[in-house]
């Protein structure tokens, strides 16, 4: 049972960090290079699709990892267990405390309501979330280690 909650903790978190890794490099750069009420729009829209979906992913594998820690407790890797459910609630507590601001308002901007400074408030969304990526990919990285 053990090994299956292994398997399933990091496989949603693996998934997880290539969603976000794809957002900073892949669909961002996309999304600023189309013209500027597109491209705004689009961050818009995927502020409200994954803002609905990751903080349940986040806090799931949260959760996922507590539990496997818990359950492997005298099992080898379980300090990489542990360091990496650290590395995820840092994550969360960044999301809450840097991100989500950001995306909140991002959401429900439109061409006709948004701050004129929009642009410089997505760089400062995307640098935060580099950083978010950066820890999350560090997460992923001691699970895979506890696995071997």
Do not use: C
């Not at 507590?66 to 360091?83: K, S």
């Not at 400074?117 to 280690?145: G, N, P, S």
């Amino acid at each position: 049972m053990l090994n299956a909650l292994e398997v399933v903790t990091t496989v949603v978190i693996g998934v997880m960090v290539g969603v976000e890794f794809s957002v900073a490099f892949v669909m961002n750069p996309i999304l600023n290079a189309l013209p500027e009420d597109s491209g705004q729009l689009g961050h818009a829209h995927g502020g409200r699709m994954l803002g609905a979906v990751m903080p349940v992913w986040y806090i799931g594998s949260l959760v996922l990892v507590v539990v496997w820690a818990i359950a492997g407790w005298h099992h080898h890797g379980t300090g990489l267990v542990v360091t990496a459910g650290a590395l995820l609630m840092l994550s969360v507590v960044m999301s809450i405390l840097l991100l989500v601001p950001i995306n909140n308002l991002n959401k429900t901007w439109t061409p006709d309501n948004r701050p004129a400074d929009w642009k410089q408030q997505l760089r400062r969304w995307e640098r935060f979330h580099y950083v978010r990526v950066a820890v999350i990919i560090a997460a992923f990285t001691l699970l895979v280690a506890a696995l071997l």
